[in-house]
């Protein structure tokens, strides 16, 4: 297993076990909101593993250009059986991309997904107003113009609704409605509770919307179309 992170490369054998973390074999970053020992690689079973070994954090892992996504929660694992997976996952405002590649993987994406993928459709059949997209876009900006896997900021609803030249109210209130269509359609991690939006609705709305490319790069002009009249 091949692990890809800001630039730097490392190689996992069967029979280690890879840590990523605040420390660890790849330490990510000295952030005190991240874990001394995050994420866990190690392989059994004829398999790559992915396990949350953290107490707090979720990471978003996604697969075959986002058409098969995970949400790992805090004690769980999933095998990793497509050659390309993509770890993204948040700790206070930062948040971090990591690749992994099996070379001799289990599964591999079919023709018809690697056709849909390379188009123009998004892997969650949800439409969204343009005005809606441009808060999606405006939380990802910093994610959007990374080169690789790496490091970004996440903005403060604040500063992203300032971006738009919006009001707070008109911000808070298009996040909603993206984040209550997502829950409707399964999405995790957007809310707490019935009836109560969670805190870290933010970042995961950013880790699932370029995870599954429901935004990509070419939508980063949004951010200067102005006011969109949904």
């Known amino acids: 297993m091949r692990i890809d992170f800001s630039g730097e490369g490392f190689e996992v054998a069967p029979g280690d076990v890879f840590t990523i973390g605040r420390e660890g074999d790849l330490q990510v970053d000295d952030n005190p909101y991240l874990h001394r ?7 059994a079973d004829g398999l790559w593993w992915l396990s949350n070994v953290g107490s707090r954090l ?4 996604s697969s075959a250009g986002g058409a098969v996504q995970s949400w790992l929660s805090p004690g769980a694992r999933l095998p990793l059986v497509f050659e390309e997976t993509v770890v993204v996952f ?4 930062t948040t971090y991309e990591v ?19 390379s188009g ?9 107003t343009a005005s809606q997209k441009q808060a999606i876009v405006a ?3 910093p994610m959007l ?6 490091v970004s900021d996440l903005p403060s609803s ?14 808070n209130r298009k996040l909603d409605n993206v984040c209550d269509k997502l829950d409707r359609m399964g999405v995790q991690g957007l809310r707490g509770a019935p009836g109560k939006l969670a805190m870290n609705r933010r970042a995961r709305l950013v880790e699932y919307a370029v995870s599954s490319q429901l935004i990509s790069r070419a939508d980063l002009p949004l951010l200067d179309a102005g006011d969109l009249d949904d």
């Open 37 to 43: 020992v995050f994420l866990e690689v190690w392989h």
């Open 58 to 61: 979720t990471a978003t892992v």
């Open 90 to 93: 948040t700790a206070g405002p």
């Open 99 to 117: 690749g992994l590649c099996a070379p001799a993987a289990q599964y591999a994406v079919t023709r018809q997904v690697q056709e849909s993928i």
């Open 120 to 128: 123009d459709t998004t892997v969650m059949p949800v439409r969204f």
């Open 139 to 141: 939380l990802a900006e």
């Open 145 to 150: 113009r990374r080169e690789g896997m790496s």
């Open 158 to 171: 604040a500063a992203a609704a300032e971006r738009l030249g919006w009001s707070m109210s008109r911000f």
